[in-house]
């Protein structure tokens, strides 16, 4: 998380970067937290990884210039809150996105239960926060989670149609 953080960060202070695109490989965006390293770390092992990981979703959140996650697989848990922080969302169809922490009798501590109500109504944001379930990339554009469904081997290609736009921001203030 660390090391994303600073990548991060690094992109944020480069004049030259007028965009960002997040994506997965393998057919997964992102799954969050490895559960079985979860069992096994100490409750203070678990509390600095939560910060450093939300320090960087944060950091995603804070870039001066477009965000855009293309959803190339599954979001869950800490990869759909990382999802969140971005702009724009760009899914395939089949894609599973949600917050199963419920369902390990924890809570998403990455900024997903705050930004979740802003792009959903409260009712569903409830729903999928409080039950864990997982819904589908198709099901999240119904719903307004994501701005565009595509076919799985157009994700990326789809998210960096508005990254190559010129984005007429002026530059961050020093």
Known sequence: ATAMQEAVERLGR???????????????????????ELDTASAEENLAYNRRLRASVNAVAALPMPTI????????????????????????????????????????????????PILVPRTFAA?????????????AKELGLVN?????????????????RPWRSSPPAP
């Open 127 to 139: 729903e999928l926060a409080l039950t864990g379930d997982l819904i589908t990339g198709a099901d």
């Open 69 to 116: 996650a293309a959803l190339n697989g599954h979001a869950i848990g800490g990869g759909l809150e990382l999802a969140l922080a971005c702009a724009l969302l760009v899914v395939s169809a089949d894609a599973k996105l949600g917050l199963p922490e419920a369902k390990l009798g924890i809570i998403p501590a990455t900024g997903g239960l705050a930004r979740l």
């Open 14 to 36: 480069d004049p030259h970067v007028r965009a960002v695109v997040i994506t997965g490989s393998e057919g997964i965006f992102a799954s969050g937290a490895d559960i079985r």
């Open 148 to 164: 565009y469904v595509v076919e799985p081997d157009q994700v990326l290609p789809r998210a960096l149609e508005p990254a190559a």
